[in-house]
T-cell receptor, first 119, second 116 residues
Framework: GAVVSQHPSRVICKSGTSVKIECRSLDFQATTMFWYRQFPKQSLMLMATSNEGSKATYEQGVEKDKFLINHASLTLSTLTVTSAHPEDSSFYIC???????????????FGNGTRLTVT | AQSVSQHNHHVILSEAASLELGCNYSYGGTVNLFWYVQYPGQHLQLLLKYFSGDPLVKGIKGFEAEFIKSKFSFNLRKPSVQWSDTAEYFCAVNRYSGGGADGLTFGKGTHLIIQP
C-alpha cells in the first residue's frame, strides 16, 4: 500500500510554455504533500509544502508565482511550472503523508519523479 | 538553516565487504533522521529512521545506523554488502516543529557500486 504516482514521468516543453505535473496518492488520502526538485548529481531540495484546501507553503528562494501548487483534493496535488525556461529543467519529485498521520514520525511516500526538460 | 552532509559521493566495494556511509547534520534542536535508498530507475525507499530511544536503529535489508548526538552524525552501516545493494543512498533530516513535521532536508547522496 501507500503508492504515490506522478504524471508525466518525462516531459519536454518549449521555453515560455507552462507544464503541469500531477502527484496522486493512489490508495490513501494525503492531507499534506511535498514537492522537491533535484538537479543532476545534487540533493533533493524541498520546494514547497502543499496542504489540501489551503495555500502552499514555499521554501525560501522558491518563486510561488512561477511554481504554482494546487492541492484541491485529498488525493491530488499539482505543480505547474509557468513560463518555463531551460534553467527550470530538473527532476521534480513529490511525496505524500497519509491523512491522520500528522505526527512527526509518520512516513513519507515518494513518487517516481518527473523529468522536465525545457528547450 | 539546517543542512545535511554526506561525505562520500561515490563508493565502490566488492561483494561481502563492510559498508559505512557517513552523514552529518547541522541543527541544534530535535530532529528525526532517515536513510533512503534509490535503486536505478526506481523511487526513493525508506531504509531506516531514528526518532528517539535506542540510537542504534536497524532497517531493512540488513542495514543499520547509529545516531551519535554529540557528533551530529547518523552513519549507515552494513556488515556484508551484496551486488543488489548498488544504488544511490540519501541521508535526510526532518526538523520537528511541533505542529507536524516539515519536509525533509536531504544530503547530496552517495552512489554505491558493488562489484561482483
Amino acid at each position: 500500500g501507500a503508492v504515490v504516482s506522478q504524471h508525466p514521468s518525462r516531459v519536454i516543453c518549449k521555453s515560455g510554455t507552462s507544464v503541469k505535473i500531477e502527484c496522486r496518492s493512489l490508495d490513501f488520502q494525503a492531507t499534506t504533500m511535498f514537492w522537491y526538485r533535484q538537479f543532476p548529481k545534487q540533493s533533493l531540495m524541498l520546494m514547497a509544502t502543499s496542504n489540501e484546501g489551503s495555500k502552499a507553503t514555499y521554501e525560501q528562494g522558491v518563486e510561488k508565482d512561477k511554481f504554482l501548487i494546487n492541492h484541491a483534493s485529498l488525493t491530488l496535488s499539482t505543480l505547474t511550472v509557468t513560463s518555463a525556461h531551460p534553467e527550470d529543467s530538473s527532476f521534480y519529485i513529490c511525496s505524500a503523508r497519509r491523512s491522520g498521520d500528522q505526527s512527526y514520525n509518520s512516513p513519507l511516500h515518494f513518487g517516481n519523479g518527473t523529468r522536465l526538460t525545457v528547450t | 538553516a539546517q543542512s545535511v552532509s554526506q561525505h562520500n559521493h561515490h563508493v565502490i566495494l566488492s561483494e561481502a565487504a563492510s559498508l559505512e556511509l557517513g552523514c552529518n547534520y547541522s541543527y541544534g534542536g530535535t530532529v528525526n533522521l532517515f536513510w533512503y535508498v534509490q535503486y536505478p530507475g526506481q523511487h526513493l525507499q525508506l531504509l531506516l529512521k531514528y526518532f528517539s530511544g535506542d540510537p542504534l536503529v536497524k532497517g531493512i535489508k540488513g542495514f543499520e545506523a547509529e545516531f551519535i548526538k554529540s557528533k551530529f552524525s547518523f552513519n549507515l552501516r552494513k556488515p556484508s554488502v551484496q551486488w543488489s545493494d548498488t544504488a544511490e543512498y540519501f541521508c535526510a533530516v526532518n526538523r520537528y516543529s511541533g505542529g507536524g513535521a516539515d519536509g525533509l532536508t536531504f544530503g547530496k547522496g552517495t552512489h554505491l557500486i558493488i562489484q561482483p
